[in-house]
């Protein structure tokens, strides 16, 4: 009886001391990244689709894992229709058409994969490249803070109503489906008049919706483009996109936990985007003011530039910053890893530097590693007062210089990565010389 309590009592300190010690980054007792992930889908043969999608879907729809599918233009989900998408489905995004997928503020989408049978969203070309497709759009009736509560999505669609395209209302608590356990991969295309697609927008969707493990790799455009709503995203991964990780506008009010985005300075574009990007508005005059401005709460980040020489990479120009704070947009990160940025944070030129500005921008519990320094305001090389601000003891940030063999698990496994933070490399400092 005594070894069975011994037992367990080393067994509790040691699973007490692997999450003490793994509290920053994305966390969990087992790689969660396993399984369900694919971090080579240039490698992956879907086989050809037997089924076809297009038009618009008005009624009640399932799709099966014994037929592929291919998603032919522009195709809508409308009328108080559910598209519900069997475990280990794949569809295939056209190229020619710019296939897309847009669930409508009336409809649904139940897709709803498993961690052994995700559902893949991905390109039809033999050789798969970033920007293949358009990507898929779910349009929900939660608050935008735009004059009117309700906009549009513009990228040249025609359904057969207007309204079908568009976003926005009073229901913060609308629910717009399931969406778990998915792949989107090549999404992202550019068009002429209307710019990049996103591989997964999320425009005005509620908080009854439910957003969890999806996984975007290789996007041409944003991975995930968030307008307006009100929701909560879990185990989120944005692998390798050319443009932003994560976007936020228009009023967004979001809670992001135990996620993750891994940027290349040879593949992701290095001309503005970054990790996070912040903001409440595009232009000024788009915007009700008497609404609320963008705030995302960011728990448990992992944040990283993998790099095969990141001093080169910083000193040619495809290094920038990790996150990026507009003006009137307020955020909370904390217990998040930032490493290898040039910066770790910018902060748009337009925020003053006072208590009032910096108490909306929170920074806690912080591992920035191995970044060409911290946080900046733009355009401004001197930051003395915000590094004076953050590196106050009493919001507990860390700073180091370790290689990521070091510093995370296994960063480098091409099938199976771990990017939770290595046992007893973490040494807390709250002096760092950049």
């Known amino acids: 009886m005594k070894n069975v309590t011994k037992g367990l009592y080393l067994f509790l300190i040691c699973t007490c001391s692997l999450f003490a010690q793994q509290e920053k980054g994305i966390i969990g007792s087992n790689n969660w990244l396993t399984n369900w992930t694919e971090f080579r889908p240039n490698q992956s043969d879907h086989g050809k689709p037997t089924q076809i999608l297009s038009g618009s879907i008005t009624k009640d ?40 997928l847009i669930i409508s503020k009336s409809a649904k989408i139940i897709a709803d994969g498993l961690a052994t049978d995700p559902i893949v969203f991905t390109s039809n070309r033999s050789v798969k490249k970033e920007g293949d497709w358009g990507g898929i759009f779910i349009l929900g009736d939660a608050p935008i803070n735009k004059f009117g509560n309700v906009a549009s999505i513009n990228y040249g669609f025609r359904p057969s109503s207007a309204e079908h395209i568009n976003y926005g209302g009073v229901n913060s608590e609308s629910d717009s489906g399931i969406f778990r356990y998915v792949r989107i991969e090549f999404a992202g295309k550019r068009t002429k008049d209307y710019g990049y697609f996103s591989a997964l927008t999320l425009a005005g969707v509620g908080a009854e919706t439910i957003i969890e493990n999806v996984m975007v790799s290789y ?42 985005a891994v940027r290349s300075p040879y593949v992701s574009g290095a001309d503005g985007s970054r990790c996070l990007y912040i903001a409440s508005y595009d232009k000024k005059e788009d915007v009700d003011f008497n609404k609320k401005g963008t705030y995302v709460v960011a728990e448990n980040l992992t944040l990283i530039n ?10 040619v120009g495809l290094v920038k910053e990790a996150v990026y704070v507009a003006n009137d947009a307020s955020v909370d990160i904390s217990k998040s890893v930032i490493s290898g940025f040039k910066p770790a944070v910018i902060l748009d030129d337009r925020i003053k530097v006072n208590t009032e500005s910096l108490e909306k921008i929170k920074l806690t519990e912080m591992y ?44 480098h496994n091409s099938r199976y990565p771990d990017f939770r933070l290595r046992i007893n490399k973490i040494i807390a400092a709250n002096d760092y010389d950049d």
């Open 61 to 100: 729809t399932k799709l099966y894992k014994r037929d592929t599918y291919l998603l032919l233009g522009s195709v809508f989900v409308t009328d108080g229709a559910t598209l519900t998408i069997e475990p280990g489905t794949v569809i295939i995004g056209d190229y020619d058409t710019n296939g897309s």
């Open 219 to 260: 996007s041409e455009g944003n991975s995930f483009d968030i307008i307006g709503g009100e929701l909560n995203l879990d185990k989120m991964i944005s692998f390798r996109t050319k443009s932003n990780d994560y976007e936020f506008n228009y009023g967004t009010q979001c809670s992001i936990t135990n996620s993750l």
């Open 306 to 315: 993998v790099s095969e020489n990141l001093e080169d990479d910083i000193s």
């Open 368 to 411: 920035f590693n191995n970044c060409k320094g911290n946080i900046f305001t733009a355009y401004n090389s001197n930051n003395e007062d915000l590094e004076n601000w953050y590196g106050n003891r009493a919001f507990s940030n860390v700073y180091s210089k370790g290689v990521d063999s070091e510093t995370f698990i296994d960063s």
